[in-house]
């Protein structure tokens, strides 16, 4: 099985020239936590996750402790926002690098990047670098167990 036949088709992407505020309002209005970042011929130059958007509200001092267990109440912080300043700029800024997969790639394989890289949504290419799709951790996984044969037992 290929990830073409698991994959999600209808896909939001943006340019990377729309602010950061305009991309959070994208995850926030669709419910997503991956945004593919696309040229204008539509090839995939990059991604933004809900976690790159939620870093600007994470205070800097979360990065450095290795538990926050015994933080039981982030107090002030809790109601701080970025500066907007930083919401106007380009997403570009904000931009990861796309660990992606070619349309024709094997479920397990792209699964195993997905663990790999620990990535919960993996953009899928074309041979042009054309983005043509999204599967999600789920969507793999279901494809993989869809081969296990079940009993007639009713259940599945």
């Not at 209808?10 to 040229?39: N, Q, Y």
């Not at 996750?49 to 990065?63: K, S, Y």
């Not at 990535?119 to 969507?139: E, N, Q, Y």
Request: proline content about 7%; overall charge negative.
């Amino acid at each position: 099985m290929i990830i073409r036949d698991c994959m999600k088709r209808d896909v939001i992407s943006i340019p990377p020239t729309i602010t950061i505020r305009d991309a959070a309002r994208v995850v926030v209005e669709r419910h997503i936590g991956l945004l593919p970042i696309v040229d204008d011929q539509g090839r995939l130059i990059g991604v933004v996750r809900l976690n790159d958007l939620l870093t600007l509200e994470l205070p800097d001092f979360v990065n450095f402790i290795t538990d926050v267990d015994f933080v039981h109440d982030f107090g002030a912080v809790e109601t701080t926002r970025p500066e907007p300043y930083l919401l106007e700029q380009q997403v570009s800024t904000l931009m990861q690098p796309a660990i992606e997969v070619e349309e024709d790639c094997g479920v397990v394989r792209a699964y195993a990047l997905m663990l790999q890289h620990k990535l919960p949504d993996l953009p899928v290419v074309a041979k042009d670098g054309r983005l043509v799709g999204l599967a999600s951790h789920v969507d793999i996984g279901a494809a993989i167990l869809s081969n296990w044969q079940y009993p007639n037992s009713g259940q599945p």
